[in-house]
């Protein structure tokens, strides 16, 4: 069986202050969970993260990353430095860096390759917009974002990477996806990487992301393909955050 992932996706936000609070509040909070958890921050608190979070069971990482090695690309960060920090985890592809920073399938391919040959988890965002859902196009949309990753890492590293299906209506819209609704492109979704490496498909992790919230976090990943949730506006307050990890547990 896999096991479970919660990952919050603070986004463009935070403080020392509110980060310290939010961070020992998950740590107090956190009892015996059994599912996996990491944060994903914004980069200028990856120290903090690797402060208040090293030896605990919460992993941290970056919600970008450069798919450069190093030099002159000002304004960006590169792997070594989400390694400096003890970094594990790093988002790619997130629909909000593909809208407003024009990110294309083959950018986020190129991350993703770089982020693994680096020993970073990366965690891959695919989804459809409202327009597309409603065009028919959830399937086509999702696999064109995946193929271009599967393509970059190769058959073999399918179970190296975490897939996040997150649908754009549902991000920060309070619209969550029904559990029905994202199970049928998890399913999807996981068909796709059995077709590239049935065995390694068995083990890749899967999340929902869009609006998942503590009374709605058990139903979704109570489906057979929903391993976890990728976690925006509800994991900014510990109470919520730690909701969904009992929810996971
Ligand atoms: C996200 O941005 O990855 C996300 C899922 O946001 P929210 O939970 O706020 O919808």
């Not at 979070?53 to 190093?70: E, F, I, M």
């Amino acid at each position: 069986m896999r096991p479970k992932l919660v990952v919050g996706n603070w986004k463009m936000n935070g403080s020392r202050v509110a980060n310290a609070t939010l961070l020992t509040g998950i740590l107090e909070g956190l009892d015996n969970a059994k599912a996996a958890v990491a944060v994903c921050v914004p980069a200028p608190y990856l120290f903090q993260a690797e402060e208040i979070l090293k030896g605990s069971p919460v992993a941290w990482g970056a919600q970008d990353v450069s798919c450069h090695p190093v030099g002159a690309y000002t304004g960006e960060v590169c792997m070594t430095m989400l390694q400096d920090f003890g970094s594990r985890y790093v988002i790619v592809g997130h629909s909000e860096r593909r809208a407003y920073h024009g990110e294309t399938n083959e950018l986020v391919a190129k991350k993703t390759g770089a982020a693994l040959a680096a020993g970073l988890t990366p965690i891959v965002c695919v989804g459809e917009t409202l327009v597309q859902r409603e065009a028919g196009q959830t399937m086509a949309v999702v696999n064109a974002q995946l193929d271009a990753v599967l393509e970059a890492i190769g058959a073999q590293a399918i179970d190296k990477i975490v897939l996040a299906y997150e649908p754009v209506w549902a991000i920060g819209t309070g619209k969550t996806a029904t559990p029905a609704m994202a199970q049928e492109v998890h399913a999807a979704l996981r068909e796709k990487l059995r077709a590239c490496n049935a065995e390694a498909a068995e083990n890749t992790l899967v999340l929902y992301g869009g609006s998942m919230k503590p009374d709605n976090a058990a139903d979704l990943m109570a489906q057979p393909d929903i391993d976890g949730g990728l976690i925006g506006g509800a994991a900014l307050k510990a109470e919520d955050f730690l909701g969904i990890i009992r929810a996971a547990s």
